[in-house]
């Protein structure tokens, strides 16, 4: 396994000041927070150049944010009065202003030194998707690439240094070779630095179709990626769950600014951000719905702000926290990134302490839940662990059924929205009912047409075999065996299917060893799969 990816720069401990100098884009991306702006007034030049000197104090080093900086018309004054003071200058851009012939070069004369780039899409129709405006765009956003390359080329003198970021989400699933392939071609060697990021919730829905994605899926991607990442350029994660990348923790760019303790100055809202000085434990006590980590060793170091309960475009996905393939111990972790040095970890675990106390994270759920039509149906709990799933109580044939419904393994349609993939069923109570309850209770599940009725493509897992298979397994080894539950000690169950009247069971080691085995519904003694 290659590991050479190029180390993240140690910023030296400076911060940066971010400025958003405008709210003018030319994109109008799915997911961006920088969406509502409402009541916030572009800065005019005077304020912009005071602002400057300010940072010029505190400062050394000033990234102009958006919306889009570049499209300000008197950029390249703001930016000569920049280099005036001695800073050194970033925007950061959506790239569609750089094919505007001539215009790399202005802004290289005026002082800038570093690009900091989005590239999130493979190919132009997912671009049109992604920022809601034309595929032609995304032709445009590779020539402006190309421009920078050529200006690099001839005037190495006033080079810009390129830092490309990619956020992880929907509309790129799969696709991030493709998206380093057509990176390479458009910056040649001027691509030196990637981030990977992904998605936080915006503040305001901005979109109606799901934007996050199965993150187990996305962490093969992940490594994959990684693992063929050119040991030259450098590579940074950020915005990233740390559990999305296990064994390389190292690269987190807000790991590498909390503990370095980096404060970026951000004029929007006059707020400090980033997680360097990132207040998580008010934080996460004011944004319950990230409870899904509440458990997790790597919290204190991880920004983890993935989901957003109650939110279409920020839902979780059935795979709200996924485990990590190797569970790393926090100290393990901050050794890494680090470079060997022991860090003290006190503040962080008394901030783990604070933000234990925030309630019943399932209540929020179950209040979400409550808003649904559920046909006359009664929602008796919400069990939402690392795999979720929710009761239901059914009226069959004057008797009580109660039917757990939880994530398929694969969910048939991943744009729709998280709990429509709520498909698969287990009759939880009574153990082993007759058949014909079943059918009936599943009926009247069908007919509460909630959710809607299409979307039931699960139909084959809500079968009275399975159920009495799945509890089988579970009167013979003492547990139940759902997809993604521990089945044995270092066991965790992954599929469990009909297979004429019995059923198979894979299970997957932590070493990633696969066994399965055919088993009957009712059980015999004997050794089970598990050894
Ligand atoms: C807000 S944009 C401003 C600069 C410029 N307009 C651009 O798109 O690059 C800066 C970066 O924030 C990222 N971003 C926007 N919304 C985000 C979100 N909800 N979660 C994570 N990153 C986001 C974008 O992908 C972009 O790389
Ligand atoms: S280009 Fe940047 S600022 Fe504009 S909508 Fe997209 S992410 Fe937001």
């Known amino acids: ?95 569609q202003v750089l094919a505007r ?44 690439l190309a421009h920078v390359r050529n200006h690099n080329r001839q005037r190495p003198d006033r080079a810009l240094h390129v830092a490309v970021e990619t956020e992880l989400f929907s509309l790129n699933r799969g696709r991030l070779s493709g998206i380093r392939r057509l990176l390479e071609r458009a ?15 915006a503040p305001d829905e901005v979109c109606e179709e799901p934007l996050l994605e199965p993150l187990a899926v996305r962490r093969r991607e992940l490594v994959r990626f990684l693992e063929t990442q050119p040991p030259e350029r450098r590579t940074a994660l950020c915005k990233m769950p740390l ?54 060793n790597l919290l204190p170091i991880c920004r983890t702000e993935r989901t957003r309960w109650g939110s279409r475009s920020f839902g979780p996905t059935r795979e709200q926290k996924p ?65 979720p799933a929710f009761d239901v109580w059914v009226l069959a044939s004057g008797r009580r059924l109660r039917l757990r419904l939880s994530p398929l393994e694969t969910p048939a349609n991943p744009s729709r929205s998280y709990l429509l993939h709520y498909l698969s069923a287990s009759v939880v109570e009574p153990l082993a009912p007759p058949e014909s309850l079943v059918k009936t209770a599943l009926a009247r ?4 047409a909630w959710p809607p009725l299409e979307s039931w493509v699960g139909y084959a897992a809500l079968d009275s075999t399975l159920a009495a298979a799945g509890l089988a397994v579970w009167r013979r080894w003492g547990r139940r065996v759902w997809p993604g539950e521990e089945a044995a000690p270092g066991w965790t169950s992954r599929r469990l299917q009909p297979a004429g009247g019995s059923f198979r069971l894979t299970v997957e080691h932590r070493s990633g060893r696969l066994a399965d085995a055919l088993l009957r519904s009712q059980p015999r003694g004997g050794r089970g799969p598990l050894g």
Not at 124 to 131: I, K, L, M, Q
Not at 250 to 259: A, I, N, T
Not at 445 to 448: D, F, K, P, T
């Open 323 to 387: 485990i990590p393939e190797t569970v790393r111990s926090l100290e393990e972790v901050l050794a890494r990134a680090s470079g060997g040095q022991a860090r003290p970890v006190e503040q962080i675990e008394t901030a783990r302490r604070l933000w234990r106390g925030i309630p019943a994270p399932e209540k929020h759920f179950a209040r979400w839940l409550g808003s649904l039509r559920m046909g006359g149906l009664r929602v008796k709990e919400v069990a939402c662990g690392e795999h």
């Open 101 to 144: 012939e001539g215009f790399v070069e202005q802004l290289a004369e005026a002082g800038l030194r570093n690009l900091d780039v989005s590239f999130h899409y493979a190919d132009p129709e997912s671009f049109a998707r992604g920022t809601r405006t034309s595929a032609r765009n995304f032709d445009r956003l590779l020539r402006g």
């Open 445 to 448: 599940l069908a007919a509460a």
């Open 187 to 201: 910056l040649g060697a001027s691509f030196t630095s990637h981030r990977l990021g992904t998605l936080s919730p």
């Open 1 to 95: 396994m290659v590991r050479a990816v190029g180390a993240l720069a140690r910023s030296g401990g400076k911060a940066h000041v971010a400025l958003n100098i405008t709210n003018r884009c030319n994109q109008r991306c799915v997911f961006c927070f920088e969406g509502d702006r409402r009541g916030w007034k572009e800065p005019g030049l005077g304020q912009v150049k005071r602002l400057l000197r300010d940072a010029a104090r505190t400062s050394g080093h000033v990234v102009f944010m958006g919306a889009e900086a570049l499209l300000r018309p008197d950029i390249l004054e703001v930016l000569r009065f920049g280099r005036s003071l001695d800073l050194e200058l970033t925007a950061f851009t959506n790239g």
């Open 243 to 296: 559990c999305l990348a296990p064994g390389w923790e190292h690269l987190s760019m807000d790991l590498h600014h909390k503990l370095d303790r980096l404060r970026v100055r951000c004029n929007f809202r006059d707020r400090e951000v980033l997680a360097a000085m990132h207040d998580f434990a008010a934080d996460f006590a004011a944004n319950p719905y990230r409870w899904v980590c509440s458990d997790c």
